[in-house]
């Protein structure tokens, strides 16, 4: 099977069933689990912050995140096309009633500082009180610039806000810029990382963020039916995919790269190969391109893809070289 659909369908590595086979549990509602702890302790420290909470997904990382950070009708600045505004299913508004106020992002994936300035409310009991702002990185795959997370800060500074990262990819934007991870996390109040793309963890995601604000996640996530028991079989998974599987990443970019320049040679598609940053490409099809046929044939082939114009590509550790050759020949052959 060749996935172009998601870095999401990376399965686990030995090194990760064999830890998540030997991890010593314990029940962690009651805080008793050992693999959690030394997780939870040793990401806050990674990452820079004061405390971290493992969730069952990047969906429920964002909420809690969102949820500590606001009351009931409060506001949170955000994109567009931000995950937390449009793939989540309106959580924020529905389980936290959390006005989400979104502004349209840049081509980059930054906001405008004068658009979101624009949007912040007034203190007039007429309005939701502004109090969050949320960035992506990366967002669609493009990496935001340190420069501009430092521009955000002072801007939340200013406006007395909070600001939060949703970091679902930010290991991809550290490994592109070279940087450590604290170098992007030192902006933020708050900050989540999928462990389940391209880290190749079976399940879970985290929650950054001072203390407090923790145990306040902490108590939401129970509400929401996320406190979870022996949970140090998925933790073990998760901290290989922090210690082992970064560099992985780097591969990952680089076959985004090749992909991108193979796809250029498919008549019918076309890639800009200055917007591949990172591993995902989007292709550009010509009108004579039945997309959904290909997809078709694709499957019957056991390569499996994603229809849309423009399409979209995800390179992960479970695709190789070899297989962009192999999927480039099917294409070749088909259009
Ligand atoms: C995938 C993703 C999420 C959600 O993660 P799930 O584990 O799928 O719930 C959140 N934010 C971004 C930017 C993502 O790409």
């Not at 949170?76 to 959390?98: D, F, R, T």
């Not at 949007?119 to 702002?133: G, M, N, Q, S, V």
């Not at 708050?190 to 950054?208: D, E, F, H, Y």
């Not at 995902?280 to 010509?286: E, K, N, P, Q, T």
Request: glycine share 6%; with cysteine; aromatic share 6%.
């Amino acid at each position: 099977m060749i996935d172009f659909r998601s870095d999401t369908v990376t399965r686990p590595t030995q090194a990760m069933r064999e830890a998540m086979a030997n991890a010593p549990v314990g029940d962690d509602v009651y805080g008793d689990d050992p693999t959690i702890n030394e997780l939870e302790t040793w990401a806050a420290e990674r990452h820079g912050f004061e405390a971290a909470l493992f969730t069952s997904s990047g969906t429920q990382a964002n909420l809690l995140g969102l949820m500590a950070h606001c009351e009931r009708g409060d506001e949170y600045l955000c994109g567009q096309q931000a995950h937390n505004y449009k793939y989540e299913a309106g959580g924020a508004a529905v389980l936290g009633s959390i006005q989400p106020q979104p502004i349209e992002n840049n081509p980059d994936g930054s906001l405008c500082f004068q658009k979101l300035e624009a949007a912040i409310k007034p203190d007039d009991f007429h309005f939701a009180r502004t109090k969050l702002l949320s960035l992506e990185n990366t967002i669609n795959g493009k990496i935001l610039p340190l420069s501009y997370l430092a521009q955000a800060r002072e801007f939340v500074n200013k406006h007395n806000l909070q600001l939060h990262l949703d970091g679902a990819r930010v290991y991809n934007a550290a490994v592109a810029l070279d940087v450590d991870i604290k170098e992007i996390a030192q902006h933020f109040d708050s900050m989540t990382i999928c462990l389940s793309k391209g880290l190749a963890a079976p399940v879970g995601s985290l929650l950054l963020g001072p203390k407090e604000y923790i145990q306040k996640a902490r108590r939401i996530r129970k509400m929401l039916g996320g406190g979870m028991r022996q949970a140090g079989i998925l933790g073990a998974a998760a901290k290989l995919a922090l210690t082992e599987q970064v560099p992985q990443l780097a591969i990952d970019h680089s076959n985004a790269k090749y992909l991108a320049e193979q796809l250029n040679t498919v008549t019918g598609f076309s890639v800009n190969i200055e917007h591949i940053q990172t591993n995902i490409v989007f292709a550009r099809l010509d009108s004579q391109i039945d997309i959904h046929d290909i997809v078709q044939k694709a499957n019957q082939q056991d390569i499996l893809l994603s229809a849309g114009n423009p399409i979209r590509f995800v390179t992960h550790k479970d695709v190789s070289k070899e297989d962009i050759d192999t999927f480039i020949a099917f294409l070749k052959n088909e259009v």
